[in-house]
């Protein structure tokens, strides 16, 4: 492998003109990706100097009076941050930890499916729940386990015959509920990309193996999943960017002040922040300091996956 | 006991401040100088057919299915009258705060007049110039508003910001103008306690099941909320019910307060007011909110209030309602009265009858009624606006004129409402039992009336409303002027207290903090997870929170309040 690289290297140069005319057809598909970086990815990044001014609208962003880190500083210094970094990361923690494994199992489960209508309509039905919206599963949420009005606390009653359970203002359900049912409504969506892999996987190995005597389980363990390793490290990696970017919306949707305690995320605190003024600087340097970690994150997961596997983004 | 001579402190405050306000707090100029003619009456049309069109951006009508884009009868009234075409730029309602809130940030191709989105800083709008000052345009267009103002200077004080100047013309809710009649007439009258008030509401029919009287004390609240879970009044012979939630912000509960003389602010539960000596306090750590806690906290070990109060919102409140299991709610608006008990009604409970409460006696045995704040900074004419004087004219008429008032109030004359020889308005079957089985209001708004552009709503509006509801009238007309107390300035983003640029920011660097930590102490406290002998504690934390900043900052908001009021 090394090997081969270097002599790629070592080989007759060929002028870049020739290489740009070679590979014109393939350099102009590439061009609405890139435009679509630039504009949408990269441009935007401008606006991050937002974090370093004390941002009037009708200054523009250049215009505004320079702070420097005072955004940031205010950010650090803010007796709540401890705790909405220590939120934002668990909660992100737990869900990938949690809501990570379940597709594969999933996808590993559906493959084994001999009758391929079955298999459709196990599919179709676990895809599903993401299709509905964040607002109504949060309301369905709130009225099963209502201590009140909910069908599931009439019947933990009636079987134990203990006072109802408040599950929703008690801090102590809160990320169980968050994750369980982020892990309902998205296993069967996020299996599609391992099914996609495994549909990938030669029946030439699997023939060999049978016909070294392995039984299916046997099979699994030994062809289906190493073959998808590389696709679950890649999906770990990209995971692992996304650690402190929690789903605002349902926590906006879920918490109230009796589950601050572990429910207030950075995104959430901005917000409520927001409504009594636009604070766009403040916004935009908590923000920026929220990308910053899930930068760390993804390359130390990719680093960490470069050194003990094969396998890594870049 | 804080705030029943609310009134007089205001005065004392404007005495004390009147030296301060003559010379401008902090080299702000407190009251423009007129520099033209002070306007007349307007002729009507404000312009020839044809020739001037305004371009409104709003946010879309509260009933959904008629937007303001299909050209409302309302506005096509408005435009013959006054001879105007409306451009309008439509956004859904729920958009409207991120798109139109975009296009101001950014600043450029904006309409000639928009409404302030809810969630923006309308004297920011002005300071970052995106918004134009209004103080001579209005005192040379806008006659109606300027009779308003001189028979309410709270109406000056509310537009206000803190540089002197006005950069938005108010919407008005009830507290103003009594009749459309009267615009025209000049000679206003004082409109005293409002009809659509923020109250608590009990199930009368389970008080009269249960042989019990009309709560006035704490003590009563206790023994009637006790009976409600003990006694069975649903008759399903499960002591199911709820005696007691809050209705849509956990904050509604504080409402008993008043048991110690703290009022809840009007229309949400605002944390800040001001006592007898002009002095602006914090709620949230005084002795008497203590009291508050130690009574919710009774009620809470109890199993009186809702287990899930704290995660109150209007569609869980209105499902224990419809299920016959709520006795009492705390801080509701009385439009709903009738939506719950024809609810009740048609789950077959046909005796249902919820009732508004008399606010609780304070210590000194009074039962006083706070008014809602009524002056909100709702629409802005941009800095791109050609014709200000047009668009200020028609902002006026539209909003203020007698005609302006009839048409957003009560429709058109001979669709939506009659009007007999004596001038009695009374609305006509069509709206009251219309064929798309929609209630009166909303066929209003599907008239464009009720809407998002600023109007006053007038007495007359609600009891034209409420015709059919008369106990609701009878209610609000029961409070006498002296048990009416008026709001303190809602800090809220729109009838803000006039904040200057430097004040927001300590605002926001602290108010936050702040809030989060005492809503969330406060259901500790109330859920018995913290004691209450910690309550020293709590105030010094959120003492070390900066409340000494945030204090000063509103006092001094105040003080310039009150000093454009003068």
Known sequence: MKKARETAVKGPKIPLKRLIYRDRHLLVMCIPMILFFLIFAYLPMIGLLLAFVDYKPALGITGSPFVGLDNFIQVIKNPFFPRLLKNTFLIGLYSLIWSFPFPIVFALAVNEIRSRKFKKVVQTISYMPYFISIVVIVGLLSNFLSPTTGIINQIYSMITGKDPISFMTEPKYFRFLYIATNIWQTFGWNSIIYLAALAGVDIALYESARVDGANRFQQMLHITLPCIIPTIIIMLVLNMGNIMSVGFEKIILMYSPSTYEVADVISTYTYRRGIVQADYSFGTAIGMFNSVINMVFIVGANWFSRKFSDTSLW | ?566
Request: a negative charge; glycine letters at 8%; one cysteine or more.
């Open chain 2, 1 to 566: 006991m804080r705030k029943n001579k609310r009134l007089s402190g205001i005065i004392a405050g404007t005495m004390a401040l009147s030296m301060v306000a003559a010379g401008g707090i902090g080299g702000v100029s407190i009251r423009a100088e007129a520099a033209g003619s002070r306007a007349e009456k307007p002729v009507l049309p404000l312009a020839e057919e044809g020739t001037e069109t305004l371009t409104i951006a709003t946010m879309d009508n509260w009933y959904a299915t008629k937007s303001y884009n299909d050209n409302l009868p309302v506005y096509q009234e408005f435009e013959k009258l006054t001879g105007v075409k409306i451009n309008w730029e439509v956004i859904p309602i729920n958009d409207y705060d991120q798109v139109m809130g975009t296009r101001l940030a950014s600043g450029q191709n904006l309409p000639d007049i928009f409404v302030i989105p809810w969630e923006a800083n309308a004297d920011q709008l002005g300071y970052d110039g995106i918004a134009m000052p209004l103080n001579d345009l209005i005192e040379e267009n806008a006659y109606y508003l300027n009779q308003l103002m001189d028979k309410y200077p709270v109406v000056r004080s509310g537009i206000t910001s803190a540089d002197g100047n006005i950069y938005a013309y108010p919407g008005f809710g009830e507290g103003f103008v009594n009749t459309a009649e009267e615009m025209e007439t000049g000679e206003l009258t004082d409109p005293g306690a409002n009809l659509c008030l923020n109250v608590s509401m009990i199930r009368q029919d389970w008080l009269d099941k249960l042989g019990l009287d009309m709560p006035e004390t704490l003590d009563d609240w206790y023994n009637v909320l006790k009976a409600f879970k003990t006694q069975d009044p649903n008759g399903n012979g499960k002591a199911d019910e709820i005696p007691l939630t809050a209705t849509f912000n956990v904050r509604d509960i504080y409402r008993f307060g008043e048991a110690f003389g703290l009022y809840r602010s009007g229309n949400a539960e605002c944390r800040w007011d001001v006592d007898d000596e002009g002095k602006i306090y914090f709620k949230d750590t005084t002795e008497e909110f203590k009291k508050t806690l130690e009574f919710l906290n009774k009620l809470y070990a109890e199993g009186l209030l809702d287990p899930e109060y704290s995660m109150a919102a209007y569609d869980r409140t209105t499902e224990k309602i419809n299920r016959d299991l709520l006795g009492a709610l705390c801080s509701d608006w009385m439009s709903n009265i009738g939506t719950y008990n024809a609810n009740l009604k048609t789950a077959g409970v046909d005796d249902a009858n919820w009732v508004p409460v008399k606010p609780i006696q304070n210590p000194d045995g009074e039962s006083l009624i706070v008014n809602r704040w009524s002056v909100w900074k709702t629409a802005a004419i941009s800095k791109d606006c050609k014709n200000p004087e047009l668009a200020m004219k028609w902002l006026d008429f539209q909003t203020l004129s007698a005609e302006g008032v009839a048409l957003t109030n009560f429709g058109i004359e001979g669709v939506s409402y009659a009007k007999s020889d004596d001038g009695k308005i009374t609305l006509t079957e069509t709206a009251t039992n219309n064929s798309d089985g929609i209630g009166a209001q909303e066929y209003l708004r599907s008239l464009g009336a009720w809407g998002q552009l600023p109007y006053p709503q007038a007495k007359e509006g609600y009891e034209v409303l409420w015709a059919d509801q008369p106990e609701i009238i009878e209610f609000g007309n029961s409070f006498t002027a002296d048990q009416v107390v008026q709001p303190f300035p809602n800090n809220g983003t729109k009838a803000a207290l006039p904040f200057t640029d430097e004040e927001n920011s300590i605002r926001s660097e602290y108010e936050t903090n702040i809030e989060t930590y005492c809503d969330e102490m406060a259901i500790k406290f109330i859920e018995g997870k913290e004691s209450l002998d910690n309550f020293e504690d709590y105030v010094a934390t959120v003492e070390s929170y900066g409340l000494g900043e945030l204090l000063e900052v509103h006092q001094t908001a105040y003080e310039r309040f009150l000093g454009t009021e003068g």
